[in-house]
C-alpha cells in the first residue's frame, strides 16, 4: 500500500513537471492576435476569440465572487461593467468597423482596440 503510494506521488509530480513545461512552451507560441489577424479572420472564428475572452471574464469573476480583488489588482471587473450592454456580435461589428476606419492600425492587438474603443467609453458612460 505505501508503496502505491508513493509511486501515484512520484507520478503526479512527474506529470506536474511535464505539464509546466510543457504549458510555458505552448504559451510562448501563442501570438497576441492584431487588427491583421482579425481583419483576416471569419465572423466564426472571431466569435470563438471573443467567447474565450468572456469565459475568462466569467470564470476570474466567479473564481473571485466570494471576495473580489480591488480594480488595482484585476482590471476583469471592469472589463465586465465597460461592456454592459455589447453582446459578442456588437463588439465583433465594433472591431470590424474599427479596423476598416483604421486601416493604418492593423498591427494594433485586438485586446488592446477593445479596452480603449470599447471597455474604457464604456466604464464613463457607467459612472
Known amino acids: 500500500m ?16 511535464l505539464a509546466m513545461v510543457w504549458g510555458s512552451a505552448l504559451a510562448d507560441e501563442v501570438p ?3 487588427g491583421e489577424h482579425w481583419t483576416k479572420s471569419s465572423d466564426q472564428l472571431k466569435k470563438v476569440y471573443l467567447i474565450g475572452i468572456a469565459n475568462v471574464v466569467q470564470i476570474e469573476t466567479a473564481y473571485h465572487a466570494a471576495s473580489p480583488p480591488s480594480d488595482a489588482q484585476t482590471i476583469v471587473p471592469r472589463f465586465a461593467k465597460g461592456l454592459k450592454g455589447h453582446t459578442l456580435d456588437s463588439v465583433r461589428q465594433g472591431l470590424d468597423s474599427w479596423y476598416a476606419a483604421h486601416p493604418d492600425q492593423l498591427q494594433r492587438p485586438v485586446i488592446e482596440t477593445i479596452w480603449f474603443e470599447m471597455v474604457v467609453p464604456g466604464l464613463s458612460k457607467t459612472k
Open 2 to 17: 505505501v508503496m502505491k503510494l508513493r509511486l501515484r506521488a512520484a507520478m503526479l509530480v512527474a506529470c506536474m513537471t
Open 32 to 34: 497576441l492576435i492584431t
